[in-house]
């Protein structure tokens, strides 16, 4: 019986799985305050640092998109950065949400980000593996032997002669990226919502 991916199922799904994280996001912030101060240096580092992360996430995305061009389930790409590592969209992407969560100089909840990141990402993972090992189950087996889900290996890192590169795609996927941009001022804002209210914070994140 031949293996059906819905995509817009599972488009649905990690939708609704990010809301809620956004949720609990929201939540951490407003309830919470970082142990370091603003003027401190370790609240600045980690706040310096995440935007770093955030640039390599969306640097990282766009490299992505010129080797996979739409392609994900139709072609089996094992070059450029899918050669380190089986889903390296979903990696950078993680990179900067950890980038993000460290906007409010907290290591803990930048932690949380980006494992909540890769939780959201798992879920889809395991039915896209589905899908390629049903479309291409000897080469797949070979790749997922060889190459790790997550992790990056850059010892076996190798490259194509040429890629067919879509333009439009490499574009959008370079926008949508940017929204971690917008991610960062957004805390910000709710951290200043929370100082101005004056809502006493329950906790504090390391």
């Given at each position: ?20 994280v ?15 101060p603003?003027d401190s240096?370790?609240?600045e ?22 080797y ?15 050669s ?6 979903y ?12 906007q ?5 909840f ?24 049903h ?12 190459v ?16 067919l ?9 370079f ?12 805390l ?8 101005t209210?004056?809502?006493a914070?329950?906790?504090?994140l390391?």
């Open positions: 019986m031949p293996i059906v991916f819905d995509l817009v199922g599972q488009q649905w799904q990690r939708k609704l799985i990010v809301l809620a956004v949720a609990v996001g929201v939540f951490l912030t407003m309830a919470s305050e970082p142990v370091f603003e240096l370790w609240h580092t980690i706040e310096r640092s995440g935007v770093l992360c955030i640039m390599i996430g969306i640097v990282g995305r766009t490299w992505c998109s010129m996979i061009g739409g392609n994900k389930l139709s072609t089996l790409v094992t070059d450029g950065p899918y380190m590592t089986r889903n390296p969209l990696v950078f992407s993680a990179i900067a949400a950890f980038g993000v969560g460290a409010l100089g907290s290591i803990v930048a932690l949380v980000c980006a494992a909540a990141t890769v939780a959201i990402f798992a879920i889809v993972v395991t039915h896209e593996e589905r899908a390629l090992a479309r291409f189950p000897d080469e797949f087996a070979l790749y997922r032997a060889r790790p889900r997550f992790l990056p290996n850059i010892c076996q890192y190798h490259d194509a002669e040429a890629i590169v879509r333009p439009s795609l490499v574009h959008r996927t926008r949508d990226a940017l929204l971690f941009l917008v991610a960062a001022p957004a910000k804002g709710l951290e200043v919502l929370r100082d209210w004056l809502i914070p329950l906790f504090r390391y």
